[in-house]
C-alpha cells in the first residue's frame, strides 16, 4: 500500500520539469523553479508544466535542505521565476499549502 501511495504522488510531479540542480538557476534565460516537500507532493502545481518559452524545474527542499535557506523558501510549493539568474517574481503557497493561481499569470510573468 505504501509504494501504491508513494507512485501515485508521484505521478503528481510535472512530467516536462527537469530536477533542479542548483546551476540550473544562474544559466542565461528565463528558468521557473518548482519548490515543493514530499509531504506536500498531493499539492504540488501540476500547471507549471503548461507554462512556455522557458526552462523548468522541480526541487523537492526536504531531499536538499540547503535550498530552503539559499532560495528563501517559506512555504510550499513556491514557484520562482528567474531571468538571467536573478529572482524576477515568487508565488507562495498560504496557509492550505496550494498555489491558487491559474498558469496563465505566471505565463505572462515569462512573456514580459
Not at 527537469?18 to 521557473?32: A, F, P, R, S, T
Request: charged content about 30%.
Amino acid at each position: 500500500m505504501k509504494h501504491l501511495v508513494l507512485a501515485s504522488i508521484l505521478l503528481l510531479i510535472p512530467s516536462s520539469t527537469h530536477k533542479l540542480e542548483k546551476e540550473n538557476i544562474k544559466v542565461k534565460g528565463v528558468v521557473m523553479v518548482h519548490y515543493n516537500a514530499e509531504f506536500n507532493a498531493t499539492n504540488n502545481y501540476v500547471d507549471v508544466a503548461r507554462v512556455k518559452d522557458c526552462k523548468i524545474f522541480t526541487a523537492w527542499i526536504d531531499k536538499e535542505p540547503t535550498l530552503k535557506d539559499e532560495q528563501g523558501i517559506r512555504s510550499v510549493p513556491t514557484i520562482i521565476l528567474y531571468n538571467n539568474g536573478k529572482e524576477h517574481k515568487r508565488w507562495e503557497a498560504g496557509l492550505m499549502m496550494k498555489l491558487d493561481i491559474h498558469y496563465s499569470e505566471l505565463q505572462q510573468e515569462v512573456d514580459k
